[in-house]
Nanobody
Framework: QVQLVESGGGSVQAGESLRLSCVAS????????WGWYRQTPEKEREGVAL????????YYPDSAKGRFAISQDNVTRTLYLQMNSLKPEDTAMYYC????????????????????WGQGTQVTVSS
């Protein structure tokens, strides 16, 4: 079992940046797929970034491409999501997720494949 704890959310103005963190209780030595997802009361959970440790590949939807960046620090077992040029439509609860294996780009739209989830951190962007 892997526990995930997110932090770093907050309230910012449009155009500003935030960096979210997700600390894992343990890391696997094998390939792993890590992801960041977001959800609002009006929309289904959607993926904003994936990182496949086995191939070092990253995947982003068009809404996040060029603005968001996912990265990982293996020493501290921390997954990051750097979010720049934030927009009001980025307002949501953000969750990190993990599953053993290799990521597929399609998983951005299929959060149900992930086994482990954090409790979420709220991001609010004002115009």
């Amino acid at each position: 079992q892997v526990q995930l704890v997110e932090s770093g959310g907050g309230s910012v103005q449009a155009g500003e940046s935030l960096r979210l963190s997700c600390v894992a209780s343990k890391y696997s030595t094998g390939p792993y797929c890590w992801g960041w997802y977001r959800q609002t009361p009006e929309k289904e959970r959607e993926g904003v970034a994936l990182l496949s440790t086995g191939t070092r590949s990253t995947y982003y939807p068009d809404s996040a491409k060029g603005r968001f960046a996912i990265s990982q620090d293996n020493v501290t077992r921390t997954l990051y999501l750097q979010m720049n040029s934030l927009k009001p439509e980025d307002t949501a609860m953000y969750y990190c997720a993990g599953i053993a294996g290799y990521c597929s780009r399609q998983w951005l739209d299929v959060p149900g494949v992930f086994r482990y989830w954090g409790q979420g951190t709220q991001v609010t962007v004002s115009s």
